[in-house]
């Protein structure tokens, strides 16, 4: 049984920092990645990293976070990591973990850790 549990996420103001983790049990997967869903709309792709072959690996960005947002994995870990930097208000939004197959294919999702960043 695949489960996924965030953790990181909480208050911040705006210009500051969070890193949110996602430790994945069950099984292992090619894909690691992070959406969002703020009030009121629908949940978007945040950020994906899938292995491409051997220890090669493809990272992808919304438009929205590219140059503020940097996803990592520790594969011995099984984890996933957004690191979040110059938050901005709109970034505020139930953050959700996701793996799978693809970088924009995902099958599995946690329950969501919730980014608030304050003006």
């Known amino acids: 049984q695949v489960q996924l549990v965030e953790s990181g996420g909480g208050l911040v103001q705006a210009g500051g920092s969070l890193r949110l983790a996602c430790v994945a049990s069950?099984?292992?997967?090619?894909?690691m990645g992070w959406f969002r869903q703020a009030p009121g709309k629908e949940r978007e792709f945040v950020s994906g990293?899938?292995?491409?072959?051997?220890?090669?690996?493809?990272?992808d960005y919304a438009d929205s976070v590219k140059g503020r947002f940097t996803i990592s994995r520790d594969n011995a870990r099984n984890t996933v990591y957004l690191q979040m930097n110059s938050l901005k208000p709109e970034d505020t939004a139930v953050y959700y973990c996701?793996?799978?197959?693809?970088?924009?294919?995902?099958?599995?999702w946690g329950q969501g850790t919730q980014v608030t960043v304050s003006s």
């Open positions: 996701a793996v799978g197959r693809g970088i924009r294919d995902y099958d599995y």
């Open positions: 069950g099984r292992t997967f090619s894909t």
């Open positions: 990293i899938s292995r491409t072959g051997g220890s090669t690996y493809d990272a």
